[in-house]
């Protein structure tokens, strides 16, 4: 059937009334693989639900690979859905109507623009509250015991309550000056350190202090104690708590603003285990308030911006309603666990959003409605952690340009009282209360309601919210694009006939368990492993044996002798007598960290033998970003034992490997002194010494003050390294391997992009190689980025003027992008560096996107900066002034601020409506000084001091 015989067809079935609109999306002539979609195989064991977990793995890939932190039973969800579909299946309208729908939905959506947005949020605030929550971790092994002894000696004291008693209590002056200063700390510094204030409340204070102290460990505990809660009042403990800490993400911070589906349950399991009254609803809202500020803190950081791409590709596979109901694995969210049933009903769709590559981005959910008497698509939630701004207007844009072909007129979205129930992520939300903004507002008419409402009557723990049911969405917001929106969107619609899922008789025990080791790597669904071990008849204190014994090797076996019985042992676990040799190395390789195999590796009497070494080298490569490396270096690496070995007479290649190594550890670690021990031992062993070494970094030479040209300088360097490894025979490529390594990151850098013909064209490919090396390395200090940005600006205009091509130039930006993104926490308090910019504003004409770094600008030193950086954000600035007076409050840089904006008013690059945008976010002084300083432009339009002076008014209305 043609795509306009379709069409009419789908649209002919429409016109017979509301109880035919399912068949429109489906209709096909042949229905031979009636009922497959929805159908499902027994399974009445856990040995059934596991192989039907697999069945499920193999169509939707992201039920293993993407974590959700909303635990979840899944043979508790199977087993629900084994009784729903019994129960729906009675009901003579749904057999019917899920047997008319004999193929699934594929979408392919392209927009050819050589623009996106991504999505950055600051990975130093997440890597720091996780560095805060494990050390809590550590410190407090038993943090329900920890949270008792805290409540109680607490006592219901509050630090804020303390010390407004004790200004309270201070002379007038003196009071109200307290009282003036901006927050708790604020307040406390000042009555520590005025020389007003009478010594004699010396006391108080640090019983203020301590107490402040004890709330705060309260918050970390409370806070830690969330994501150590697998479900409400079930806790994970020793190894699978450290994992979980340490393995947190930016989707957790998202679920911190869940109060309703995340916190509160496992508050309320917190209180009951830990048996204490004074963990009260006063104490859990105060607590809560300051976990969910902090979030949002960290989520309001994050900024949509424009880049460089290529085209934009996204697909929309349809799942069957038994991998729909795990939706919440690719989302990221609660869908599963509180709402895992509405993918059963005939005019529900449930969509695995993925990119260009396959990978998961997340979900998207719709159900096929009436609005004003026409077909409709009522998208109900769009989720995942990878959909970015950008991905929400090609997924809408792509299905409103596909809505003929899928058999629907109009595009509606939830109303803004349902966008952050029914869409977790903050940057989704915020897109689509953007999209609803002059939405037009209409009623629907949900098709099948009789089946949903049976849907959602269904008796299930996992059916507990109401947020996506029919009376919470009655009403919805039309969403019509514009023409240019749909400019270069492409979409490619395909309707695929599923096969049945069928559940083969288990043959291959390995590639069960490889499958089981695959869920205990997703936390959401790890307490399932020991299901499958007991469906597999092995004891976990067998399996946990074998494991201790795989981690430690404990009798000291050669690599050879121990890896050998170990595989033996796996295979006897699983009563395989002639187990696949590769099925058992790839479960083998598995089962313990790369840190745990490596610390066996090292038992052995030879892990550094000829056969051994080069294996030994990559484990430990491979764990360079262990955090056990922190505090264990020495006993993991065990390098003191190489000392004498003779293979490093003979292997050049080794030896420069391991100086990489060290250096490596010494460049990632340069403040952590085992670490510093542990690569010292490495060089010592190659015959370095250190002396020698210090001196080579810190050399005029290395430094290249006499700026030479590349070549001379790097075969300089080159026979440096030599010298430094005693080997005048090593080749010319291991010693740029080792070069390259010392230049990463280190002030030899800089010596290298001092080069007189760094930028030529014949050295151009080599310097952004080393650029782009450069912002990868973890390793900038506030000095350190302040010259790399100096060295940006010194070589940017040598590299832009040479024989450099338009896409070298943009490349060449992506560093600077890839640069500010590493580095920008560290530009808070301050702008770019002069240098930079004077670049940035002489190649205006490449019109690069810069807007997350123009925006840091508006606080810069530099009048001119500051008004450049303003224009150049164009329709962007508005927001952007908004954002920096709201960072910027009592920071003591609103002069700035102020003087921006001033002169942005009197340069006319802001008129009247954006001006009333922005005096809400001025206090009152604030807005007082602006309208002082543009009195004194004698040309001023009066509208800009009418706006000012009526929003004063305003204030003292107030």
């Known amino acids: 059937m043609g795509g306009e015989d379709l069409k009419n067809q789908r649209n002919h079935v429409v016109t017979k009334g509301i109880k035919a609109f399912p068949l429109m999306l489906f209709f096909c002539s042949s229905l031979t693989y009636a009922g497959v ?70 979408i392919e959506i392209q927009k050819k623009l050589l623009k996106t947005t991504i999505t950055q949020f600051d990975p130093n605030r997440l890597l720091a509250w996780k560095e805060r929550l494990e050390q809590t971790c550590r410190l407090y092994p038993d943090p329900q015991a920890a949270l008792l002894e805290a409540l109680t000696t607490l006592n219901k004291r509050s630090a804020e309550t303390m010390l407004n008693v004790l200004i309270g209590g201070l002379p007038d002056g003196q009071k109200s000056k307290a009282f003036r200063q901006p927050g708790f700390d604020a307040k406390l510094s000042f009555l520590k350190n005025s020389p007003d204030i009478p010594r004699s409340i010396d006391l108080d204070l640090q019983e203020i202090r301590s107490v402040a102290l004890l709330e705060n460990r309260i918050q970390e505990l409370t806070t830690l104690s969330l994501f150590l809660q697998r479900e409400p009042g079930v806790w994970l403990t020793g190894d699978d708590a450290n994992n979980r800490v340490s393995s947190l993400s930016e989707s957790d911070f998202n679920v911190l603003l869940d109060f309703k589906h995340f916190i509160k349950d496992r508050f ?116 995942g952690l990878r959909i970015s701004a950008s991905d929400v207007d090609l997924l809408l844009n792509g299905l409103y340009k596909a809505r003929a072909q899928i058999g629907f007129e109009l595009l509606a979205l939830p109303t803004s009282g349902n966008i952050d129930a029914l869409m977790n992520y903050k940057i989704i939300q915020d897109r689509m209360y953007s999209l609803i903004a002059s939405a037009k507002k209409v009623k629907l008419t949900f098709t099948v309601e009789e089946i949903r409402r049976r849907i959602e009557q269904f008796k299930s723990s996992h059916l507990s919210s109401k947020f996506d049911q029919m009376e919470n969405n009655r009403n919805a917001l039309l969403y019509s694009p514009s023409t240019d929106d749909l400019n270069g969107i492409e979409t490619v619609t395909h309707e695929i006939a599923p096969q049945p899922i069928r559940i083969a008789p288990l043959t291959d025990k390995a590639d069960l368990l490889r499958f ?98 080069g294996s030994t080298i990559q484990m430990a490569e491979s764990i360079i970003d262990d955090p056990i490396l922190t505090y264990r270096s020495d006993d993991i690496l065990g390098y003191n034992r190489i000392k004498g070995n003779p293979i490093f007479a003979d292997s050049r290649a080794t030896r420069v490997k391991l100086f990489a190594l060290a250096l490596k550890l010494e460049l990632k670690y340069g403040k952590d002194s085992s670490i510093l021990a542990a690569a010292s031992k490495i060089e010592k062993t190659l015959g370095i010494d250190q002396g020698d070494l210090a001196q080579f970094k810190s050399s005029p030479a290395a430094d290249n003050q006499e700026l030479k040209p590349v070549s001379v300088f790097d075969e300089e360097m080159r026979n440096q390294i030599k010298i430094l490894l005693h080997d005048p025979g ?66 940017l205009p040598k590299m832009l003027s040479a024989k450099s091509s338009e896409a070298d130039q943009r490349r060449l930006f992506a560093v600077l992008m890839s640069y500010w993104k590493k580095n920008s926490p560290m530009f808070r308090e301050r702008a770019l560096p002069e240098k930079l910019v004077r670049v940035l504003r002489a190649y205006d004409k490449l019109n690069i996107p810069l807007d997350d770094i123009l925006e840091s600008q508006l ?23 908004i954002r920096q007076l709201e960072l910027w409050r009592k920071r003591n840089v609103d002069s700035f601020l102020l003087e921006l904006l001033v002169h942005a008013s009197a340069s006319k ?41 009526s929003s004063l008014d305003k204030e003292l209305t107030k």
């Not at 069957?320 to 005019?347: E, L, W």
Request: charged residues 25%.
């Open 859 to 881: 606080v810069s030193t530099d009048a001119s900066q500051r008004l450049w950086a303003f224009k150049k954000l164009g329709s962007a600035r508005t927001s952007a002034l």
């Open 37 to 106: 979609v929805y159908s499902l195989p027994a399974t009445a064991t856990d040995l059934e639900r596991i192989e039907l977990l697999q069945a499920i793995q193999r169509e939707f890939p992201a039920f293993l690979k993407n974590g959700t932190a909303y635990g979840f039973d899944p043979f508790a969800v199977l087993s629900d859905q084994q009784k729903l579909v019994e129960v729906l299946s009675a009901f003579p309208d749904y057999s019917r109507l899920m047997a008319e729908r004999p193929s699934l939905l594929r």
């Open 730 to 795: 090593l080749s010319q490529e291991s010693a740029k391997q080792a070069l390259d390594l010392l230049f990463s990151g280190t002030t030899q850098m800089y010596a290298r992009l001092s080069c007189p013909d760094a930028a030529s064209y014949e050295n151009l490919e080599s310097t952004l190689s080393l650029l782009e090396r450069a912002v990868v390395e973890p390793i900038f200090s506030a000095d350190s980025v302040t010259r790399f940005g100096d060295a940006l600006g010194d070589i």
């Open 268 to 383: 309320d399991a917190l209180n009951r285990d830990i048996g204490q009254r004074q963990h009260h609803t006063a104490l859990r809202i105060s607590v809560v308030e300051k976990i969910n500020k902090y979030a949002k803190t960290v989520l309001g950081d994050a900024t949509i911006v424009e880049a460089q791409g290529g085209p934009a590709n996204l697909r929309l596979t349809e799942l069957r309603p038994v991998a729909g109901i795990f939706r919440g694995c690719a989302g990221g969210d609660c869908s599963t666990k509180n709402s895992f049933a509405a993918p059963n009903s005939p005019d529900e769709l449930v969509f695995h959003v993925t990119d260009e590559k396959g990978e998961s981005k997340g979900y998207l959910e719709a159900t096929r409605v009436l609005a004003e008497g026409k077909p409709t698509l009522y998208v109900s939630s769009v989720n």
């Open 516 to 613: 089981a080791i695959e869920m205990k790597s997703n936390e959401t669904l790890s307490f399932a492993f020991e299901r499958v071990l007991s469906a597999l008849s092995v004891s976990p204190q067998a399996w946990a044996k074998f494991i201790d014994i795989r981690a430690k090797n404990p009798e000291r076996k050669t690599v050879a002798a121990f890896e050998t019985e170990m595989k033996a042992n796996l295979a006897q676990l699983l009563r395989e007598s002639h187990p696949d040799p590769k099925a058992i190395e790839s479960i083998f390789l598995r089962v313990v960290t790369p840190a745990q195999a490596l610390e066996a590796r090292l038992a052995s009497p030879d892990p550094i033998s000829a056969d051994n070494l």
């Open 909 to 949: 690059l802001i008129d009247e409506a954006e001006l009333e945008i922005i005096l809400p976010h001025l206090d009152q002084y604030q807005k007082e000084t602006y309208a002082n300083a543009i009195g004194r432009y004698p040309y001023f339009k009066n509208d800009y001091l009418r706006c000012v002076e």
